[in-house]
């Protein structure tokens, strides 16, 4: 379904670029990943006792430091890389430190969500934001939704891999699945370290746990049958989801085993085809050809910089290498910088004053 869906919005776009109804620079950069560390986040993650570096002031999580940011450099840093419009959300660990304090947990996630906001009205034209949610608590996460898509007006939804080992998929998150599915939400997972102590040896989470969280929540939302269930909101996936495209046929084919149900290898395939991946620390030869091989098309790549926890020198090879090293034509790279993404954020580009049918 989710892929039936796509290539008939895909035509639509076609045929209606083709009758000149809208028309985006292709050149016109949207960034569905970047991240903003409010003060008060980072006040947050100190009192939560995340070790600080003593030389460099900076608090580390999952084993990496969480760089300084401001509002100022966040615009500066997208004039830099051309990027014109870019959803923000909060990286993990987000309020997850607070599970089972759930009052301290609702405090802080409300605090980010009205800063996210004072970012998006300061910067209407460049910056929307993400919810941050406060799950595992279901009800009070629907109430956040509902405040922030309808009172703050955000661009989306931003989930995790797993909040305090419930993974995407767990049917316990249902009635939140239920509410995104009905708004036809746009989601943005990102990946959180694995619940289940430390497989990482010691070294950053994000170095590889991270990619395998997106693997693991997207294995899981197969195998529940969630996803199937939830098929009219739109999930993106970041760093090229993971290992996903390398992964996906050996999951599909796993779980046509008549023990693990006998789903229907085109089916999981097709499910999977669905979500979006973006590109950010995913811009390698190898990355690139293997999801537009995955996707069968580049319907699925949407622009990525990670911002600012992948280091400026790093985004911006990435971005200057993304045509050459994916082979994509201009065509492609449209779809790559913005069309992909507007599909999914069609109020951003009615915003933006971009009319899409
Ligand atoms: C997008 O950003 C580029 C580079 O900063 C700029 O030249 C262009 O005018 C922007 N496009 C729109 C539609 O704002
Ligand atoms: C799907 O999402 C749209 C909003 O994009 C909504 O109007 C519609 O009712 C939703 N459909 C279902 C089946 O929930």
């Not at 409010?38 to 990496?64: N, Q, R, S």
């Not at 036809?184 to 997972?189: D, K, Q, W």
Request: charged share 15%; glycine share 8%.
């Amino acid at each position: 379904m989710p892929s039936l869906i796509q290539s008939s919005l895909a035509i639509l776009a076609l045929s209606s670029s083709a009758l000149g109804a809208y028309s985006i620079d292709k050149a016109f950069k949207f960034d569905v990943h970047s991240h903003v560390v409010p003060p008060i986040y980072k006040e947050a993650l100190i009192k939560a006792k995340y070790p600080v570096d003593a030389a460099t002031g900076l608090v580390f999580t999952d084993g990496f430091p969480v760089p300084d940011w401001t509002l100022a450099n966040h615009i500066a840093t997208m004039n830099t890389n051309g990027v014109n419009y870019s959803t923000i959300s909060i990286s993990a660990p987000g309020a997850n430190f607070y599970a089972g304090q759930k009052n301290k947990m609702l405090t802080l996630v409300r605090s980010l969500n009205d800063a996210m906001a004072s970012y998006t009205t300061q910067y209407p034209t460049r910056i929307g934001a993400m919810c941050i949610l406060p799950l595992p608590y279901i009800e009070a996460s629907i109430a956040e939704i509902v405040y922030c898509l309808d009172t703050l007006k955000f661009d989306g939804v931003g989930l995790y891999t797993n909040a305090d080992g419930t993974y995407l998929g767990d049917r316990a998150l249902d009635p939140v699945f239920d509410l995104l599915n009905a708004r036809g939400a746009t989601v943005f997972v990102h990946p959180s370290k694995p619940c289940s102590g430390s497989v990482s040896l010691g070294y950053p989470d994000p170095m590889i746990e991270y990619p395998f969280e997106s693997v693991r929540a997207m294995e899981n939302l197969l195998l529940t049958g969630q996803r199937s269930q939830y098929s009219n909101m739109s999930i993106i996936f970041p760093h090229g989801g993971g290992a996903l495209p390398y992964l996906a046929t050996r999951i599909a084919g796993l779980a046509s085993l008549p023990f693990m149900g006998g789903l229907s290898v085109p089916d999981s395939l097709n499910q999977f085809k669905g979500y979006l991946f973006d590109t950010a620390s995913s811009t390698s030869v190898v990355q690139l050809i293997a999801m537009k091989q995955f996707f069968g098309s580049v319907s699925g790549i949407v622009t990525g910089t990670d911002f600012p926890y992948v280091p400026q020198a790093q985004a911006a090879a990435g971005l200057a290498s993304t045509k050459a090293n994916g082979q994509f034509t201009d065509d492609e790279m449209g779809s790559i910088n913005n069309a992909n993404a507007f599909r999914v954020f069609p109020k951003v580009a009615a915003k933006l004053g971009f009319a899409i049918v």
